[in-house]
């Protein structure tokens, strides 16, 4: 009805577009697919419900397909009957010569691709009804509409048996493109809406629209420009959009402010265009490229000149010249290298430039000093070629340094170098720029006051403010242009040496697995899938330094879809390459793809899995503990126990991905006896074995044990698998080992100190805090690589090898390894991430030194009330939250398919897949609701007052600190905040409301609060501070309460008194805590809130204070209990006995009531409602006529037409409708319309005034075409033509030059050639003059002297015969020099002429005549093979009797005694006749 598609609309409930007011007209909506207007529709009569706005219906149209068309029937919105809207009917489509065009054309109008469009008939998608519209349809494949096509409309012969239907492609095409531009990135815009693409006004249209754009595009946002009044030439058809006021935070044109779609006031004169600028035009404009390199960021240097295209002559080639051929490219100019003697081949055809001469400022070759061109003196042999730097950004530089990582800063803009002024330059400033240059963004040091020199030309930027977190220096807040600097104040910049890593896996669920990512030219973008195979994902491995043995290439965006620009495409790796961007590919940046096709990678993370390395724990709670067993000869065996220690047990779990730290081993099979072979004996491993088939032990299968002897092993699922601590007394301290390249080794203690030490930890599983660093081989010397040196982390690094560092190269030795003292705090395992409080959130575990989630699969109720209990929440009514309820986390997915117990108190021992096994994403993360014991509290911020004065003592202060964690600890509500502070001569914030908002942080602090030996009792002061710095900034909606202890009579008892009533004044309830005698019931009184008994607790002492613990959370609770509306009352009667009346309903604030510092109820106390019974008959009534509208036409004769409107009132619940006619029609004549003259076609063009070398021709027309009349303008323009003709040069037939050198022989010996060459340059051929008469090249003999001859053996003889019959013995086959034999010096054959190998090793029979008797298979005894397959068993294993021995005539195959018969049946006769 709104002129959209009925395709794939959606429905909206429940208001969710907000709530309207007035009448609701409709209620109990049932339409059909065949209805066309929601007034016919079946539903209540109008204004009949029992409906509140809160139930306001709304829709999402689509508003790409076009509207009358869609598809019926299919299982989702690509396939279906076609079925199409005339007269107002929906019908179908015969299939009569229907086929895949026809169904592109459909495709098309609903969004999708023309392409791989199917067509299907004979009512593939169920048969429809109603009439059938179209038969004979027969389209080109390249109509936008299908009634466009030739077709038969509503005449046909066909039944519903005979209903086309359509499959169209899952690509749909993009609703935005830019036309008439110069290139892609260029054009007029046009939208795609209704199966229709159109164009954008102008109006309002600026470059925050055109920023839009460029992004949907997947272009560069950046710098995008916006312009108007059909800068790239008038469309045609729709104008879809005007007004448009997208800001800096829209992403879809869509979506940003504008007018109703097809709402406009314009022509197309005012259509809008987009230039969306990629850094520099491109080579197609610049009329430059790059040929023959790996890469498109490298290669021989061609230009095209005067239609042809050449190369470059590289006398005087150097690289500032390949650092203005880069930047035309596209790429950085910094870093651009020089090549020279054609080191990319050489080219053919002209060379068109030689003597470049480039200067730091040029930024075209064209412009750059040089030759006339195709004036040289060079052959292609010195073609000049080049190398750019491909990752930089290209609009940055840095000028004047000793290397590539420093000097000053300039950037490119308005296509012109410029610097940037030093004014508030700094650091942070420095690291986007460094990050834009491809390196590290951390130790970018900022330098000023010209450190690399004065530059030259404009000063582009001033004031610039980083976060440092940017990826673009022009994302800064900054003054661009204008300044108050001069060059002196130039900015410089001095980066790190440590680049970042060029490609990234992200969206996985570790590090080794995820959507690839490149970083080129300062930015990071995704690969296609075209092509992508496991060779590329090896490299990428690789690349990472990660195992690329089985590395396993995913497409289809496994991991997600990426954003930003898609860097490669069609990449074809091969088993060689060893770096992604030199492997072939398209040019970068050139693709047909879009994000859906992002391709991924799986690495195999560095200790292949239990399945790599055929070992594996079985019968333990979870897969870090469990017997051992190893997979060997096709089968799964145990290990025995002899000898088995901590140290083998260490290697098993590094084979297995956990930490070799605190492995433990199990003897005396300890999880349960195994079952089959024993494979293993008396280990021995040692601290730097990495595989336990390499330790020593006794030979695989050779032991005297039993399975009662079954070793186990308990790993340490917790710590970081790759760092370990070495040497210690105790698991908390040791020398620092790494693991790298497969390789334990140590870290230097150069720079090493507490920041690096606190990283490690929190990679074992302890507490960062309070890590010590040692040196000097605190911990004894290691032995094997120092892997580390010069080690600088900030502490917040979650892994060693994030920090900066120098890797494998150090200047020490073992002396220096460093080492490690942790605390004895471990980190808590397990936490809430995402909720409004501590006790709720997403649920993350701690494994292997990392976060990871938890996935929803199985995840109940018992799963929760385990984290709770671990959490130290209470577990009663724990609730369990699946998909993603708190967010989607990020990293490892750690666990799946929980299923614990009632009986259960460890999240890690309930049953579970092994670690890191799961087929979930983070859509599917797990969650937990822990409820508070306090959960009816109102909102409150709670400040505990603690008392440290000289006379409360150490012990005391501890045991008081104990109670407050109890108290906070049970208080722990989504309502409360904390904040803690004490006193004794003056007061001390430990911390406030806002510095923490989850429960484990609260406690860390309240535990670490250390005694300060106290003073005096300054109560007063404490009271003061509250007031002053803690509640200066209040909740409006909560309740301030202090709670304040006390072991004695303040210093001054007056002010402190005044201090509390200045408290209660400003709204603070306030609990006194009296310890022991010495405070009085009258200074508490006089802190404490009224009514006293209510506000004061006194106990004997501090141990004490644990028998209020209850009754000090319930009355700070209830301090702040807020009321609660109670139930609504029933509706009143309607005010009305006919038509609409009113009815009303109330409620009260009693449940509960707000009690002391809670807030009265929010919201409304009564509400009314409309209410209907049987309206009352309303007869319409015509309303005014309309103004007359304008005359249909300008000129000639017309008409005027004004409208009235049956709405005066409108007719309702039956009443009668309007009589007479809605529209009136008036006839208005305005005269001849002028008719301005046009020029007819141009005549034919004169003979040209000469043949070549240049000349002129005309042409002429006329104005009558028509001739003005009327009034009518007479031609503008030109009435006459001339032209430049025969402009080519006259013929320049060519001539030979001098012979060049002889060539290098080719072969070295045996007769070669050699060959010279002369070039038809002297001069060449020019402008269809005769090319050179002759030969061009020449050749002769040479080196015909004889090769050596290597000697080559001849195949093996066939092998001899073995020296025995059983029990093994040898046999040996021969082989001689002589294929060919050694000649003219050739080497003699390598390798043994011998070859002996084992045979005849069956052992050999244990009967005395094997001829005669039979040897039972359990090789116990022999019997008479008379009595074998006889019927009767002889041999204790029945082996004499079983099929494989008899054959099909029931006895053995054996030979008979001397003098008798064999017969076919295996018989033995004494004559032949069988």
Request: hydrophobic share 30%.
């Amino acid at each position: 009805m709104l002129g959209y598609s009925s395709m794939n609309a959606k429905s909206k409930q429940e208001a969710f577009f907000g709530q309207g007011n007035g009448s609701i007209w409709m209620d109990q909506l049932e339409c059909t697919d065949y209805d066309t207007n929601i007034l016919t529709c079946s539903r209540n009569d109008m204004g009949i419900h029992d409906c509140v706005h809160g139930e306001d219906a709304g829709v999402v149209c689509n508003m790409f397909a076009a509207p009358n068309i869609r598809l019926v029937g299919g299982n989702d919105s690509l396939e279906g009957r076609l079925e199409i809207l005339h007269n107002n009917e929906w019908g179908t489509v015969c299939d009569d010569s229907w086929d895949s065009k026809d169904a592109s054309v459909v495709c098309f109008m609903l969004g999708y691709s023309r392409e791989n469009a199917i067509s299907t008939g004979t009512a593939r998608f169920g048969q429809g009804e109603g009439p059938i519209w179209m038969d004979d349809i027969s389209c080109q494949g390249t109509e936008k509409d299908i009634f466009d096509c030739n077709k038969t409309l509503v005449n046909h012969n066909c039944g519903h048996s005979e209903d086309a239907g359509v499959i169209c492609s899952p690509a749909p095409i993009n609703k935005v493109r830019l036309e008439g531009g110069n290139s892609s990135a260029q054009g007029r815009v046009e939208v795609f809406i209704k199966g229709e693409w159109g164009t954008v006004c102008d109006n309002s249209f600026d470059d925050k629209d055109a920023a839009v754009i460029c992004s949907m595009l997947g272009l560069p946002s950046r710098n995008a420009t916006a312009k108007g009044q059909a800068f790239f030439g008038q469309g045609n058809g729709s104008i879809w959009m005007d007004n448009l006021r997208c800001t800096d935070y829209d992403t879809d044109l869509f979506s940003c402010p504008q007018n109703a779609l097809g709402s406009h006031n314009c022509l197309h004169n005012e259509d809008a265009g987009v230039l969306c600028h990629s850094y520099h035009l491109t080579a197609q404009i610049n009329n430059i490229r790059l040929v023959g390199g790996n890469s498109s960021a490298e290669g021989r240097v061609e230009v095209f000149y005067n239609g042809e295209w050449g190369t470059v002559c590289d006398d005087n080639f150097d690289d500032k010249d390949a650092a203005v051929v880069c930047s035309m490219l596209g790429y950085s100019s910094m870093n651009a290298k020089s090549k020279q003697q054609a080191f990319f081949g050489q080219g053919t055809g002209r060379i068109w430039i030689d003597e470049l001469k480039c200067t730091d400022y040029d930024t075209n070759i064209f412009n750059c000093s040089q030759n006339i061109v195709g004036s040289h003196n060079c052959g292609h042999y010195e073609d000049a070629g080049v190398e750019c730097n491909m990752f930089a950004a290209p609009n940055i530089r840095l000028v004047g340094g000793t290397d590539s990582q420093e000097g000053r800063l300039e950037i490119l803009y308005n296509n012109e170098w410029g610097t940037v002024c030093n004014d508030s330059w700094d650091s942070k400033d420095a690291s986007v720029v460094c990050f834009m240059l491809g390196y590290s963004r951390k130790n970018a040091i900022s330098t000023g006051t010209v450190r690399f020199g004065q530059g030259q030309g404009p000063i582009w930027m001033d004031d610039v403010s980083c976060q440092g977190t940017e990826n673009d220096i022009f994302d800064c807040n900054k003054t661009l242009v204008n300044h108050n600097c001069d060059h002196s104040d130039d900015a410089g910049v001095i980066c790190s040496k440590t680049s970042i890593n060029k490609v990234r896996l992200v969206g996985g669920n570790s590090s080794a697995q995820g959507r690839v990512e490149v970083f080129i030219k300062g930015e990071w973008g995704t690969v296609c899938d075209d092509s992508f195979d496991d060779k590329d994902a090896a490299v990428v491995c690789s690349m990472l330094g990660l195992p690329s043995m089985n590395a396993t290439a995913k497409g289809q965006a496994f991991f997600g879809e990426g954003n930003g620009r898609i860097w490669m495409d069609n990449l074809r790796c091969t088993d060689y390459n060893t770096d992604l961007f030199s492997c072939p590919q398209n040019a970068l940046g050139s693709h047909d793809c879009f994000h859906r096709e992002d391709a991924g990678v799986l690495c195999h993370s560095y200790y292949f899995m239990a399945q790599i390395n055929d070992i594996r724990l079985v019968g333990g709670n979870s897969s870090a503990e469990g017997r051992v067993e190893v997979f060997y000869n096709g089968e799964w065996g145990t290990v025995c126990d002899d000898n088995f220690d901590e140290k083998d047990a260490a290697v098993v779990c590094s084979m297995l991905g956990y930490s070799r730290m605190n492995a433990k081993s199990k003897q005396q099979a300890f999880f349960g006896q195994g079952n089959g072979r024993i494979w293993m004996d008396q280990l021995e491993c040692t601290d730097y074995d990495t595989n336990i088939f390499n330790c020593p032990q006794n030979i695989l299968g050779t032991h005297n044990c039993r399975h009662h002897e079954d070793a186990g092993v308990v790993c340490n699922m917790f710590a970081a698998p790759n760092v370990r601590l070495v040497g210690g007394t105790d698991s908390l301290e040791g020398r620092l080992e790494i693991f790298h390249n497969n390789e334990w080794g140590t870290v230097c203690d150069d720079s090493w100190d507490s920041k690096d030490a606190s990283v490690v930890c929190f990679m074992l599983g302890y507490s960062r805090e309070n890590a010590i660093s040692k040196g000097m081989a605190r911990f004894g010397q290691g032995q094997g690589p120092i892997w580390m040196d010069d080690v600088s982390c900030q502490g917040t690094e979650n892994d060693i090898f994030d920090c900066n560092k120098i890797l494998v190269n150090h200047d020490c030795d073992h002396s220096e390894d460093a080492g490690i003292i942790c605390s004895k705090t471990p980190i808590n395992k397990v936490r809430l991430v995402g909720g409004n409080s501590s006790a709720q959130g997403r649920l993350e575990v701690f494994i292997k030194g990392e976060w990871g989630t938890v996935c929803d699969d199985s995840f109940d109720d018992k799963d929760a009330v385990v984290v709770c209990s671990m959490l130290g929440l209470p577990s009663m009514n724990a609730t369990a939250k699946g998909q993603a309820f708190f967010g989607q986390g990020n990293g490892r997915i750690w666990m799946d398919n929980l299923r614990c117990t009632d009986n259960d108190t460890d999240l890690f021992t309930c049953p579970q897949n092994a670690l890191g096994s799961h087929n979930c994403r983070h859509n599917e993360d797990a969650g937990v609701l822990c409820y508070s014991y306090f959960t009816d509290c109102g909102n409150a911020d709670i400040l505990i007052i603690m008392d440290e004065s000289g006379s409360v003592g150490s012990d005391h202060f501890n045991t008081m600190k104990t109670f407050v964690g109890d108290v906070v600890r049970g208080l722990n509500s989504v309502f409360f905040r904390f904040s803690v502070i004490t006193y004794s001569t003056s007061a001390r914030k430990i911390f406030g409301f806002l510095d923490f908002n989850n429960i484990n942080a609260i406690m860390t602090s309240i535990e670490h609060i250390q005694y300060a030996a106290g003073g005096s009792t300054k109560t007063d002061r404490a009271l003061e501070y509250a007031r002053v710095s803690i509640f200066n900034n209040n909740r409006a909606d909560a309740a301030d309460i202090v709670i304040l202890f006390t072991d004695g009579k303040s210093d001054n008892s007056e002010k402190t008194k005044e201090e509390a009533a200045l408290l209660r004044n400003e709204g603070v309830r306030i609990f006194s805590i009296g310890v022991g005698s010495g405070p009085k019931i009258e200074e508490l009184q006089s802190i404490a809130s009224s009514p006293s008994d209510e506000h004061i607790f006194q106990v004997s002492s501090f141990s004490a204070l644990s028998h209020i613990l209850n009754a000090v959370q319930t009355r700070t609770c209830q301090a702040s209990v807020d009321g609660g509306f109670s139930e609504w009352t029933m509706w009143t009667q309607c005010s009305r006995t006919c038509g609409h009346g009113l009815k009303s309903r109330r409620r009260t604030c009693t449940n509960p009531v707000p009690t002391r510092n809670g807030r009265n109820c929010t919201g409304t106390y009564s509400e009314n409602t409309e209410c209907s019974i049987a309206g009352c008959p309303v007869d319409g009534n015509w309303g005014h006529w309309s103004s007359w509208l304008d005359c249909s036409v300008t000129c000639g004769t017309g008409n005027q037409i004004r409208r009235r409107f049956c709405s005066n009132p409108r007719p309702e619940n039956g009443g009668r409708h309007c009589q007479g006619s809605s529209t009136d029609t008036l006839t208005c004549n305005l005269g001849s319309c002028p008719i301005h003259g046009g020029f007819s076609e141009w005549n034919m063009w004169s003979v040209c005034s000469v043949s070549c070398g240049g000349g002129f021709k005309t042409r002429e027309r006329a104005c009558n075409n028509p001739s003005p009349r009327h009034g009518g303008s007479n031609c503008s323009d030109y009435f006459t033509d001339s032209d430049i003709c025969n402009t080519s040069p006259c013929p320049v037939n060519g001539g030979f030059g001098n012979w060049g050198s002889w060539s290098v022989c080719s072969k070295s010996c045996g007769g070669g050639a050699r060959m010279r060459s002369r070039t038809c340059t002297n001069p060449s051929p020019h402008f269809g003059g005769k090319e050179c008469s002759g030969e061009s090249g020449q050749s002769e003999n040479c080196n015909n002297i004889s090769c050596p001859v290597d000697g080559g053996y001849s195949e093996w003889s066939l092998w001899a015969e073995c020296t025995v019959t059983c029990g093994g013995g040898t046999s040996m086959r021969r082989r001689t020099c002589t294929n060919p034999s050694p000649q003219h010096g050739g080497k003699q054959c390598e390798g043994e002429a011998n070859e002996t190998v084992e045979c005849n090793t069956n052992s050999c029979s244990i009967c005395n005549n094997p001829a005669m008797e039979f040897e039972c298979h359990n090789k116990v005894h022999c019997i008479d093979k008379d009595y074998v397959c006889d019927g009767l068993p002889d041999c204790a294993d029945n082996s004499d009797e079983i099929p494989a021995v008899c054959n099909s005539g029931g006895q053995p195959d054996r030979t008979c005694p001397e003098g008798l018969y064999r017969c076919p049946d295996g018989s033995c006769k004494t004559g032949p006749e069988c």
